[in-house]
């Protein structure tokens, strides 16, 4: 047994938590995950399990969380999982304001 750095919610709306975790000792047909971030911001395109688990794990590392949905209805659940920002991508107005990339990635 070790401990390990993870990240955990206490419900599902609620958001990721770095913990330290007693874990068994790893095997051959385990997968072991390093996340690494450098940034500020991060755009989410789509609110659905990937793009919510996107957007939490971008918030728990600190960075400011742009969520980009076709659907106006998903405003309120974009923020109370952690968005900073919500932005309905139909909307052109709402499109042109956020004018592109900045920097290169």
């Known amino acids: 047994m070790f401990n ?3 990240y955990s919610a206490a419900s599902a709306t609620s ?3 770095s913990r330290t975790i007693r874990r ?3 095997t051959d047909d385990d997968v072991q995950i390093e996340i690494l971030f450098c940034g500020k911001k991060v ?3 789509g609110l659905g399990g990937l793009g919510h688990m996107g957007g939490k794990f971008a918030r728990a590392f600190g960075a400011h969380v742009v969520v980009f949905t076709t ?3 998903k405003t309120e659940d ?3 999982l952690g968005a900073d ?3 309905v991508s139909r909307n ?3 499109m042109k304001k956020r004018g592109g990339c900045s920097s290169p990635m």
Do not use: T
Request: hydrophobic content about 45%; cysteine-free; overall charge negative.
């Open 4 to 6: 390990a750095n993870a």
């Open 15 to 17: 958001p990721l938590a």
């Open 24 to 26: 068994r000792n790893p």
């Open 43 to 45: 755009g989410v395109v």
């Open 71 to 73: 659907s106006p209805g």
């Open 78 to 80: 974009a923020l109370r």
């Open 85 to 87: 920002e919500v932005v």
């Open 92 to 94: 052109a107005d709402e």
